[in-house]
Each structure stands twice: as structure tokens, then as C-alpha cells.
């Protein structure tokens, strides 16, 4: 396959867990992949490992809140590669505590960082990243199972995500006529350095330890363990897909059998 033939991936917050396990995932696919983040180095030092690794790979810094930084990183990557075929939003946080207790800045920022970058990112894509007329369109949103059933303690993630599957179903609808489909991949408990501040926040919380807290999590899951980021990739890289054609406005779990009960 030609350089310019190979599909183009845009990947927010792609420098470490997840995201960076779905760039390598769609760069071994045969993916050009563009990867972002919000600090400069981070990108930087992705896109040389990737690299290494035999991927090509490009980037920018970017912050999803922020329409301005949206705009400039969509230019970026067409102006690189040209149009976007794949984009995976999968830039987030976590957030929660005491709804009594918790700050405006806390609740906006995850309500941005969670669904209000998936809109901008999404509809500048569509607006100036070529991704309707590029052909095999899909786009990506990495929500939760959170975003199914209440979280204790973690109403503005819960809600973001909540947010993300409903956004998800309808841009399905939407986009459908235009052979472009719209998924939302939904991780339980993943062992990634969010994983690792979540169960800081509940040991805070409950006052006990974080291994107290990763006890009472896996208890939940019926597999007994985490999902690895790497199977989160594999379902993505599978929607990413020809074969996955005709799968649109769904939300698909990969949590451990976590989001059957």
C-alpha cells in the first residue's frame, strides 16, 4: 500500500495508557497516526518511540477545552497527512468526591475535558478535517462504563460519560447516511496512571489503603482482574476496521464482565 493510501488516525491524549496503546494498535493496523496531549515533551518523545517501533507517526500539543487549540491541531494533522479517516477521542480525566464539598473549577473541568472536547474535537473534524469525504469515516469515543451506571463518588465522570454514549448514539444516526460510523468503547477498571490516581482518591476517602481499595474493585469483576490497555486498543482497532462497517451508535463494554451486573 502506498504512503498517501494508508487510513489517517487522530488520537487525543495518546502519550501514556490507553491512547498510547491505541496509537500502536492502529499504527501496526497500517495507520498513519497523528497523537496529541497537552504538554509539548510528552508528544514529542510519543512520536519518536513510535517511531522506533516502526509507526508513522506525527503530533502536536493540544488542549481539547479550548476551540482554538482544537482548530489548529485539525489543520496540523491534514496539513501532515491530509484527511482524518479515524478519529479516537480519547482524551479525559477523572474527578469526583463529596457533591457538598466539590469546586465549580473541578465539576466544568471534567464536564470540558470529558464531553465538551469530544464535541469540538468531533465537529471541527467534520468541519475542516476531511473526514466525510475521506472515505472509511469512523469515530471513536473512549467513554466508561461509568457512563452507564452511577459512580459512587464520581458524579461529574459518571455524567461526562453518560454525556459521551448519548452523543455517541446520536452522531450515529447522523453520520450514517454518510457511510461514517460512530462508536463509543466503554473501559471498567483499567490498570493506567488515571487507575492509579482513582484509587489514591478513594484511599483518601474511605481512609485506608490504596490495595484496600484495588481489593474491593476486583472483587466486582467478574473476571477477578483489570483490563489491560491493550484490549481496550483491540476493540478499537476492530471498529477502525472494513469489518466493522456496519457497527455504528453502539457502546460496547470491555470491562471483565464489570458492566453485566
Known sequence: MAESDRPVALITGATRGIGLAIARELGRRGHRVFVCARTAQHVKQTVEDLRAGGL?????????????????????????????NVLVNNAGRGGGGPLAEMTDDLWYD?????????????????????????GHGRVINIASVAGKQGV?????????????????????????????????????YVETPMAEQVRQG???????????V?????????????????????????????????VTGQAINVCGGLGSS
Open 56 to 84: 508513522r507517526a506525527e503530533g502536536a500539543a493540544a488542549d481539547v477545552r479550548d476551540p482554538r487549540s482544537v482548530a489548529a491541531l485539525v489543520a496540523a494533522v491534514v496539513r501532515e497527512f491530509g484527511p482524518v
Open 202 to 212: 478513594y484511599a483518601a476517602a474511605w481512609d485506608t489503603t490504596e490495595e484496600f
Open 110 to 134: 471534567v464536564i470540558d475535558t470529558n464531553l465538551n472536547g469530544v464535541f469540538l474535537l468531533t465537529r471541527e473534524v467534520l468541519r475542516s478535517g476531511g473526514l466525510l469525504e475521506a
Open 152 to 188: 459512587l463518588l464520581g458524579s461529574p465522570y459518571s455524567a461526562s460519560k453518560h454525556g459521551v454514549i448519548g452523543f455517541t448514539r446520536s452522531l450515529g444516526k447522523e453520520l450514517a447516511p454518510a457511510g461514517v460510523t460512530v462508536n463509543a468503547v466503554c473501559p471498567g
Open 214 to 246: 484495588q481489593e474491593q474493585f476486583e472483587a466486582k469483576i467478574p473476571l477477578g482482574r483489570y483490563t489491560t490497555a491493550e484490549e481496550v486498543a483491540s476493540l478499537v482497532g476492530y471498529l477502525a476496521s472494513v469489518g466493522a462497517a456496519s
